[in-house]
């Protein structure tokens, strides 16, 4: 029993990611990428020769878990992450009152997974495993 209590763990735009102490966790396998571009130049008799060419855009992935219970029905959520995705728009991401990156992020894809719709039809816990790009 008892009240959960829910605290703000990041931002993204106008999404806001939380986490409470039902273990209802907000997000999780959270994993950047951050890489170089490399080319080897060929040379004869010899081992190619290795040039660096400048940094890859970073990339970030997750998984948040949507729960009508946390106070946020699932769709509206989902709905506001589409128009994420459809018009590219960027945004700082935030975790923990610090900013992840030095630019802004945009979510270049977003999957779906409704796992519980109540018996009206109404989608009440759904997962999105989204794909971030950093935006430069």
């Known amino acids: 029993g008892g009240m959960s209590i829910v605290a703000k763990i990041g931002t993204f735009g106008t999404i806001r990611f939380k986490v409470s102490?039902?273990?209802?966790?907000?997000?999780?396998?959270?994993?950047?990428?951050?890489?170089?571009?490399?080319?080897?130049?060929?040379?004869?008799?010899?081992?190619?020769?290795t040039v660096f060419s400048g940094p890859e855009l970073q990339?970030?992935?997750?998984?948040?878990?949507?729960?009508?219970?946390?106070?946020?029905?699932?769709?509206?959520?989902?709905?506001?992450?589409?128009?994420?995705?459809?018009?590219g728009t960027a945004h700082y991401l935030i975790i923990g009152n610090q900013q992840v990156g030095n630019q802004r992020w945009v979510i270049t894809k977003s999957s779906e997974i409704w796992e519980r719709i109540l018996v009206k039809g109404e989608l009440f816990r759904a997962t999105a495993d989204l794909t971030l790009q950093e935006y430069v």
Do not use: C, H, Y
């Open 59 to 87: 990339t970030i992935s997750f998984r948040v878990f949507l729960d009508a219970g946390l106070g946020i029905p699932p769709r509206e959520m989902l709905e506001k992450i589409e128009d994420m995705v459809e018009l």
């Open 21 to 49: 102490d039902q273990q209802l966790l907000t997000f999780q396998n959270f994993k950047r990428e951050i890489a170089g571009s490399w080319s080897n130049m060929e040379r004869i008799g010899k081992k190619p020769l």
